[in-house]
């Protein structure tokens, strides 16, 4: 079945700066990757998923990056803000499994102003 | 677009009883997801609730221990029995909601076992 590892576990960063996810996946029938964002006691709530037939997708300051290739796909935000901060998860779904998905383990994002 | 709605949001259960969390969604959905995370912890598949069908359970999970209800296509149900302190989790239901927001989360009930 599907595995999915992301890193890092947490990440610390500036207010203004930029921070980077990756995740890993290992079935290659995987073709699409939402990215949820959970804030502490809410429930994820997704910010930005790219499918496989795209190599790149950004929302305002969110970006998602896919290489087919090598199996991986990153998350990106730019000039981070406070509430930025959250738990990121990353997630890996084939199509004739549509809503099963196969989560990473979090990334721990804390923005310090 | 969908909206769920979850409950209870929370409770406090005895080891060996059993919990049963509500999932309802405010328009007709194919497939209701079951998922399960423990404190600090990612998000696990339990299983898909399939409308006239028994549910489809993930490696780990057994009907026995987490069945489940799909009566219609609105509406789904989890239960957790016979618990044990291990069992202290959320959980939360998940469907296909539209293009822009994808598959959404109920609120998710979380469940402390003593």
């Known amino acids: 079945g599907e595995n999915v590892e992301q890193h890092p576990s947490t990440l610390s960063v500036q207010e203004g700066d930029s921070a980077v996810i990756k995740c890993t996946y290992s079935?290659?029938?995987?073709?699409?990757f939402p990215w949820y964002k959970q804030e502490l006691g809410k429930r994820p709530q997704l910010i930005i998923d790219?499918?496989?037939?795209?190599g790149e997708k950004k929302d305002q300051r969110i970006a998602v990056t896919l290489n087919k290739t090598a199996k991986h796909f990153s998350l990106h935000i730019t000039e981070t803000q406070p509430e930025d901060s959250a738990v990121y998860f990353c997630a890996a779904s084939r199509t004739d499994s549509w809503g099963k998905f196969q989560f990473g383990a979090g990334t721990q994002v804390v923005v310090t102003p | 677009s969908a909206v769920i709605s979850q409950k209870p949001s929370r409770d406090i259960c005895q080891r060996g009883t059993s919990l049963t969390i509500q999932c309802q969604v405010d328009?007709?959905?194919?497939?209701m997801f079951w998922y399960r995370q423990q404190p600090g912890q990612s998000l696990t598949l339990i299983a898909t609730?399939?409308?006239?069908?028994?549910?489809?359970?993930e490696s780990g999970f057994v009907i026995d221990k987490f069945p489940i209800s799909r009566p219609n296509l609105t509406f789904s149900t989890l239960t957790v029995s016979n618990m044990s302190p291990e069992d202290s989790s959320i959980y939360l239901c998940?469907?296909?909601?539209?293009?822009?927001?994808?598959?959404?989360f109920g609120s998710g009930t979380r469940l402390t076992v003593v």
């Open positions: 328009s007709q959905v194919t497939m």
């Open positions: 609730a399939n409308q006239g069908s028994e549910a489809t359970y």
């Open positions: 079935d290659s029938a995987s073709n699409y």
């Open positions: 998940s469907v296909y909601r539209d293009s822009n927001y994808g598959y959404t």
């Open positions: 790219i499918r496989s037939n795209v």
